[in-house]
């Protein structure tokens, strides 16, 4: 069965650089969620869409971005890099409205190492 | 706000043993909580879920998990371990949104 795809799977940057995360989700689901895994740290909710508009909003600091494009695939965007920002950054879609008993599916995540 | 907390990081157990991974929970809305497994690589797949319906769940490969509302415990058990459930196990709370917060996870090894 299709899972999430996340790319790349691996990303390195230097301080003050820019990222681009995107995330595939499974077919026909409409809801995508974003979240940042620091070193040692449980995965801390960034962000999610459905049907193209953000439906919540976590931690995320105002120097990323995100959308869900038409085929609601999604990407995290993320500007002036700083050396906090690496970490394991997960992405996981469902079928629904985001409601509290739909099952999120996760991709595999991309690590991000800021130098 | 909605927390979990997964006592022991780290659980080792004998093959054929019993699997006891803890979690408990505090909610202030009724609470659906979710385990994942993951393996290295791989992303979060899903075990199990409570969402109010029966208070023993049970899920893929032989687990299971209890939702006991006076402990606010969601505790996950397999009877024998297998070699194969070697991974790390997250246990997590549904808030408003959907949005979840995740247990620090608790890495289990089976020894032969």
């Known amino acids: 069965a299709a899972g999430v795809i996340q790319s790349p799977r691996h990303l390195i940057k230097e301080k003050r650089e820019t990222a681009t995360l995107k995330c595939y989700p499974i077919?026909?689901?409409?809801?995508v969620y974003w979240y940042q895994q620091g070193p040692g740290q449980d995965p801390q909710f960034l962000i999610s869409f459905y049907e193209k508009m953000q439906s919540d909003k976590g931690s995320i600091p105002d120097r990323f971005s995100a959308q869900q494009f038409s085929d609601y695939h999604s990407e995290l965007n993320m500007s002036s890099l700083e050396l906090g920002d690496s970490a394991l950054y997960f992405c996981?879609?469902?079928?629904?409205?985001?409601?509290?008993?739909?099952?999120?599916?996760f991709g595999p995540g991309t690590r991000l190492t800021v130098l | 706000a909605q927390s979990v907390t997964q006592l022991g990081s780290h659980v080792s157990v004998s093959e054929g043993a019993l699997v006891l991974l803890r979690c408990n929970y505090s909610s202030s809305v009724p609470p659906y909580l979710f385990w994942y497994v993951q393996y290295p690589n791989q992303g979060l797949q899903l075990l199990l879920k409570y969402t109010s319906a029966a208070t023993l769940v049970k899920g893929i490969n032989g687990f299971e998990a209890e939702f006991k509302k006076s402990e606010t415990s969601f505790h996950l058990t397999k009877p024998s371990a297998h070699m194969s459930d070697a991974a790390e196990y997250v246990c997590?709370?549904?808030?408003?949104?959907?949005?979840?917060?995740f247990g620090a996870g608790t890495i289990l090894r089976v020894k032969s």
């Open positions: 997590a709370v549904s808030e408003r949104g959907n949005k979840l917060v």
């Open positions: 996981a879609s469902s079928l629904g409205a985001g409601g509290r008993t739909d099952t999120q599916y």
């Open positions: 077919p026909r689901h409409d809801t």
